[in-house]
């Protein structure tokens, strides 16, 4: 059965930087794409960042272009969200899960970027 446990998230002054983690189990991970998602209070769930099952092809939404860079470790089961330069409409929770998606979605990591 699928596993998603996101971790990470906290409060954070507007410009401040988090580290995100998602730990995988369940499905071969080094063998798909994992994607970043988040949902803020009363808006749908958005795409953030994907990247390739070897961690060579990153996308990212335009919103965090230049800010977030996503990472992997295919020998932890692993994918990373770092996030820098956070401003409050980066303010949501954040969720991974692989391409395609699981419908055993994780808690997600609270994120809010606040003064």
């Known amino acids: 059965q699928v596993q998603l446990v996101e971790s990470g998230g906290g409060l954070v002054q507007p410009g401040g930087s988090l580290r995100l983690s998602c730990a995988a189990s369940?499905?071969?991970?080094?063998?798909?794409?994992m994607t970043w998602y988040r949902q803020a209070p009363g808006k749908e769930r958005e795409l953030v960042a994907t990247?390739?099952?070897?961690?060579?092809?990153?996308n990212y939404a335009d919103s965090v272009k230049g800010r977030f860079t996503i990472s992997r470790d295919n020998g932890r089961n692993t994918v990373y969200l770092q996030m820098n330069n956070l401003t409050p409409e980066d303010t949501a929770v954040y969720y991974c899960?692989?391409?395609?998606?699981?419908?055993?979605w994780g808690r997600g990591t609270q994120v809010t970027v606040s003064s």
């Open positions: 369940g499905f071969t991970f080094s063998s798909y794409y």
């Open positions: 990247i390739g099952a070897r961690g060579i092809t990153t």
């Open positions: 899960n692989k391409r395609p998606p699981s419908n055993s």
